[in-house]
Nanobody, 113 residues
Framework: VQLQASGGGFVQAGGSLRLSCVVS????????LVWYRQAPGKQRESVAL???????HYDDSVKGRFTISRDDSKNILYLQMNSLKPEDTAVYYC????????WGQGTLVTVSS
């Protein structure tokens, strides 16, 4: 398994979760990495990106609430999610921006109102 996301769960609106994704490739540090999510009945969408140098970009829907980070020494990508809203409910996935790997199972985040 090259992509293994974890950390999802059930949380009330306003709560926080921290997602982790282990990316099992030797070239982890060279790649821009992305957190995606797919809500029920919707297409997968990107929510946050981090470049190999640490630059970040966020979708407007999560800006100011989510923080993406990476630990190149451990090949782990993180997503700190604060002030969660019911519309954040989705399965969250990570992947490389370019030459994406086979999608893992993702981790389910459920936010109740």
């Amino acid at each position: 398994v090259q992509l293994q996301a974890s950390g999802g769960g059930f949380v009330q609106a306003g709560g926080s979760l921290r997602l982790s994704c282990v990316v099992s490739v030797s070239t982890f540090s060279r790649h821009s990495l992305v957190w995606y999510r797919q809500a029920p009945g919707k297409q997968r969408e990107s929510v946050a990106l981090i470049g190999s140098t640490g630059t970040t970009h966020y979708d407007d829907s999560v800006k100011g609430r989510f923080t993406i980070s990476r630990d190149d020494s451990k090949n782990i990508l993180y997503l700190q999610m604060n002030s969660l809203k019911p519309e954040d409910t989705a399965v969250y996935y990570c992947n490389r921006l370019r030459n994406p790997l086979s999608w893992g199972q993702g981790t389910l985040v459920t936010v109740s109102s």
